[in-house]
Structures are given as structure tokens and as C-alpha cells.
């Protein structure tokens, strides 16, 4: 075996647990002046999140996506009806430079994952949709991620998955309104 795959899986066996590193965080935000119950809360978001990130950007390559890619394939899949998706909007969507977005969109349109048209409405406007294609990746994608989001929640009955659900809703509009009000 080659010294770096002895290097690289030493390295990954040597780091702390998710849990370890979500008790230290929390520890020290809790010693900087932060509420407990708070930092418990959000840290364990965080963490979670990190980690379902580290997962997801690996089964999006096994799939040949990007990150950049996925968001703008989720977001066109996921967008409420009447959603104007341009390729501005997905750019402020994404937070990259609009001539960034149009050079993803051009590799995604080669591959046939997207489809750009004149707005019949405003012909000056381009409307970015997903093709079948697309959708199917889409689908793909999310299949494979439900099987381990899945085995993360199995340690919550169904009754603790959807007080879990409710929950974390609340906190989203508790953020939206604090971000409004900012």
C-alpha cells in the first residue's frame, strides 16, 4: 500500500468523533460567554450539517456533479411554481459571479442537465429550466442521500422525527425573522 493511503486513513482514524468535536465547541462557546441550551442547539445543527456536507460532495462526484452543479440542479428541482429562474437568480441564489454562473450553465447545458430559453414574456430575459435528464439525476442524487439520511435518524422513532421536524421549522422562521429585522 502506497505511504499516503497509510498517511490518509491514520489521519481520518486520528480525528476526534463528530460527538467529541460537538462537546468541545460547545465547551468552548459556553466558556466564551455563550448560553448553553443556544450552543447546544446550534452547534449540533452545525455539526450535522458539516458532516451530511462532507458526505454529500462525495456522492456528488461518484455522480459527476459539482457542488455548484447540484445547487443549481436543487434549486431549479425545488423551486416553488412560478419561480423565475435566470441565470441572475441563481447566481444571488448561489452567491457566485453572474459570469461564473454562466460558465457552469454552459457545462451543464452540454451535458443536457439544463435548458436555456427566451422568456416569452420579456424577451431581453433568459429563463434557465431542468430537463428530464436532469430530473432523473435529481432524483438519483436524492435517493442515494435519503438511504443515509435515513440511518441517521434511525435512532428517532417517527413520533421523535416529526417533534424533531416541527422544531427545527420553528427555528427557521425565528431566523427569518431575525434576519429581517436585521
Known amino acids: 500500500m502506497a505511504d499516503w493511503a497509510i498517511m490518509s486513513r491514520s489521519t481520518l482514524s486520528d480525528r476526534p468523533s463528530e460527538r467529541a468535536r460537538y462537546e468541545a465547541e460547545v465547551a468552548a462557546y459556553v466558556a466564551a460567554g455563550g448560553n448553553e441550551q443556544v450552543q447546544r442547539v446550534i452547534t ?105 439520511e435515513s440511518d441517521v435518524l434511525d435512532r428517532l422513532d417517527g413520533d421523535e422525527r416529526e417533534q424533531l421536524s416541527k422544531l427545527l421549522e420553528q427555528a427557521i422562521t425565528g431566523l427569518d425573522d431575525a434576519l429581517d429585522q436585521s
Open 44 to 148: 449540533a445543527v452545525h455539526g450535522m450539517s458539516r458532516r451530511l456536507a462532507q458526505w454529500y460532495t462525495r456522492q456528488l462526484t461518484d455522480a459527476g456533479l459539482s457542488s455548484g452543479e447540484w445547487a443549481v440542479i436543487s434549486i431549479l428541482a425545488t423551486a416553488p411554481e412560478g419561480t423565475v429562474n435566470t441565470p441572475t437568480y441563481l447566481a444571488n441564489t448561489t452567491a457566485i459571479a453572474p459570469s461564473s454562473m454562466t460558465h457552469r450553465l454552459d457545462r451543464m447545458s452540454e451535458r443536457g442537465l439544463i435548458e436555456r430559453t427566451t422568456d416569452t414574456q420579456n424577451r431581453t430575459r433568459i429563463l434557465v429550466t431542468l430537463t428530464a435528464p436532469g430530473w432523473e439525476l435529481f432524483q438519483q442524487v436524492i435517493r442515494h442521500s435519503d438511504v443515509m
